[in-house]
């Protein structure tokens, strides 16, 4: 039985982690689902260590919301930049779904998108896992989560 | 019994730490508090660290006041960079506590948003160590620290 | 018999893999492909390090198309960053063929350099693994890969 | 006996790391100086681990020069970045005294800047060394080193 | 007898490697020189690397010049962020000689400081081998690679 952690924040403006856990269960059993929140997207990195090294996670799922101040960006780089070394550390994947906020024109698109892309992404998570033939069939398709798929040039 | 690290550094312009010290005392008991200062944000990820391995803190409370200029911003870049780096580690929860000099427009503001910013990031540190379910139930819920919680979208 | 790691994503909106896969066989022999597919750039990191550690690999190349996009650029300065600590934590080279969409001006083009990108980096990874002596001979020669050699100064 | 570093550079336009010994002496006793200095900003992260690894250093002052350029500025992030490193390799403290050619308004303002940031942050290093009780009474009293200090808010 | 890595690309126009080991030859002896080419400067880090580990390498001069547009500049960030981090992995120093190409006004002008930078640092790495004292004893100097030195500020 393989363990996918579910790993959010309080500073998000949406559940995005309840949409992830909601559409891992519609895609596929073989898991169980080990569930983290912590206060921003900084604390994500840490948190996803723990999920994997003392909670057994063989993926983790880190969804967070930056904000859409300049100070957020250089956060958000900041917390990406930990989830890329936590993988390195680990040879566990981490899917990061991070949603800006000025992604989004209204509030109502903003919660759209998070949840999409927050459901897009825990297939993408469940893919890595169980299915990777899945992703070597879309090599190059330029599948997007959350808005539309651009596609592929040709 | 927990240790919970309070660092500090002179270079800020309020006194940080003791409020989240005292905050922390508000909010409950079963820990022991480690105090520790050091001249500016740069200082704090190593200090972070010999709290966590030579003083035996369970997590670090890292509050520090970066300056308003462009180098400021960059010197704060470093320092979280350096906090998310020795929280992979030591698996352990560093909570950063930076409040900009820019944020606030009078000297007041600052003072005032430092203040709170230091105790609601302590209360969240409580919380990791003593109450991770409080932050389940608020994932996605918008809360902000210092200013007022902007809250979930719907 | 040496293994070459193939790594692209289904983000990209062409299959610079298949190309770069398609030129290797062309180059040389003495080598088996290992492909993998991942959702965007910065899965790139730890799937290269699990080519090279759990499937053998002796270098990598790792394809992808970053976004027009100023959050794009910043992703893929994580996903550089992070391929350039894997090759750290290997001694391992694994060569990056990115292509930013917004390199060239019209789709057509940027398939066009998307090609011929990974065709000529696939068998700068072949020189590297079995003709050093072709990239000495090179040295300071002004090579590029994609749009034209610009040459030497003299 | 302790040991403290000083490590410069020949790309400064000042002899700061002579003003840090000069100040380090002034200020008490019970360590050593061992000396080093380096080409560039750059050169500093390594050159402090082996002053730490190799002669034994307890603590490190390392000091240099940014110059105005953009590029300078980026330089002295990575060699900041690195020096971070360092300190969370080795658990010491590393003391960075950097002064910006922008800083000043004339060469006269700079070498005035200089050596005062030389002989304050000489005095944080053995503070942390011997008497951190000193920094923790002026935790968040805004102090500055060079400029005049601005105060704590209240 | 001490081992010095020579380390240059493809991607430069100008044939830095070739000049430092010219310069190292005519600076001293006591050393055997290690050549290695790769395509672009973010392999220098692992190709240092390597140099260090797989061929013994004391101390390595890497090469290296970036372009002028925007993409360049962080490709350069990135390597300069490896080539120092395989320092603190190997406590070796590595000379980091890049020219970036909007450095100079002319094609003429490029190659004269890609020559006369590669040149002088030759001379830094042999210092930091054989001839510390040399560094110590120029400390503050406003020394420059390339262009003119700027000198001391008295």
Known sequence: ?????????????????????????????????ERSTVPGI????????????????????????PG????????????????IQVQLLTNKHIIEVFVHEDEAKTVKELAWVAERR????AVNAYDLLFRPERLAANAGKGLRQGFEDVGPVD
């Open 118 to 121: 927050a459901r897009e992404h």
């Open 68 to 83: 859409a101040q300049e100070i957020d960006k250089v956060c958000a780089h900041e917390a990406s930049s930990g989830l």
């Open 42 to 65: 900084k604390d994500l990195p840490v948190a996803a260590k723990k999920l994997i090294e003392e909670r057994g996670c063989d993926i983790v799922i880190a969804l967070g919301m």
């Open 1 to 33: 039985m393989k363990k996918i952690g579910v790993l959010d924040t309080t500073f998000a403006r949406v559940g995005m982690g309840a949409f992830a856990v909601d559409e891992l269960k519609k895609t596929g059993t073989g898991f169980r689902i």
